[in-house]
């Protein structure tokens, strides 16, 4: 298991298109007053993240008829027709969990009150954020995984298509991710800190491409209302994912 508690060890960007994406963007011209206000709230956002991630990789047994997966020696178990169909030729995967921490969270909360919009721009801020972390963990891991020739499939979270976001809390107990990264669940599989992601990734034997995670290949893709309108919603093309 690798625990990583230090914020340095990403540079984290925050690609300024998907934080146009989240603020539901639809390619209309930006004044300088806003575009400067979202550089400025960008770069406030990489002052107030603190980036924690665990990970482990476990064997798993998937039962195809019954859309079951099994973790090996935990008594982690899911259900999941999608997720089950995204693992069919893993015999591995590996669950993480990543934060941003509370001082992200507790300044979107002070900015609500005092200037809204500059609270909406870094709670955008922060969303781009933790899918970057999560971009850059899940390349790391592929790292590692390559060098046994092996490869990984897309990542996937509960919340979306048809794995229930309570699993979040089930996953989060396996990986101790209270103890080792600050990330709690309510019983409803909410997590706190807000800005964290829980995610399932398979690692297969089967040679595939790296895949990332579109809007395509999403099963929340027909009512995301953040969905990228370069993949296919009918709208002007404005970013490719």
């Not at 298109?17 to 400067?36: A, C």
């Not at 990542?155 to 989060?172: H, T, V």
């Not at 399932?200 to 953040?226: A, M, S």
Request: aromatic content about 6%; glycine content about 4%.
């Amino acid at each position: 298991m690798i625990v990583n508690q230090e914020k340095t060890i990403f540079d984290i960007s925050v690609d300024k298109s998907e934080v146009l994406r989240y603020l539901g963007h639809n390619g209309q011209d930006i004044d300088s007053d806003l575009d400067f206000k979202i550089n400025e709230c960008i770069e406030e956002t990489k002052e107030n993240i603190d980036i924690k991630y665990v990970y482990d990789i476990y064997d798993i047994k998937n039962d195809l008829a019954s859309h079951t997966i099994e973790f090996k020696n935990t008594t982690l178990k899911l259900q999941s027709k999608d997720l089950s169909e995204l693992l069919e030729d893993c015999d591995k995967c590996v669950l993480m969990s990543a934060t941003l921490g509370f001082n992200i969270e507790k300044n979107i909360r002070k900015y609500s009150y005092k200037n809204l919009t500059k609270g909406v721009i870094i709670d955008a801020c922060a969303t781009t954020s933790i899918e970057e972390v999560c971009d850059m963990v899940q390349d790391n891991i592929l790292q590692t995984v390559a060098k046994e020739k092996k490869s990984l499939t897309m990542r996937y979270s509960p919340g979306y298509g048809d794995l229930d976001i309570r699993a979040n809390k089930n996953i989060l107990n396996v990986l101790n991710a209270q103890r080792k990264i600050g990330v709690t669940v309510t019983d409803t599989g909410i997590m706190i800190p807000r800005k964290s992601v829980v995610a399932l990734i398979g690692i297969t034997n089967k040679q595939i491409k790296k895949v990332k995670r579109t809007c395509n290949n999403c099963p929340n893709r027909d009512n995301c209302e953040f969905r990228r309108k370069a993949e296919g919603c009918g709208n002007k093309k404005i970013y490719k994912g």
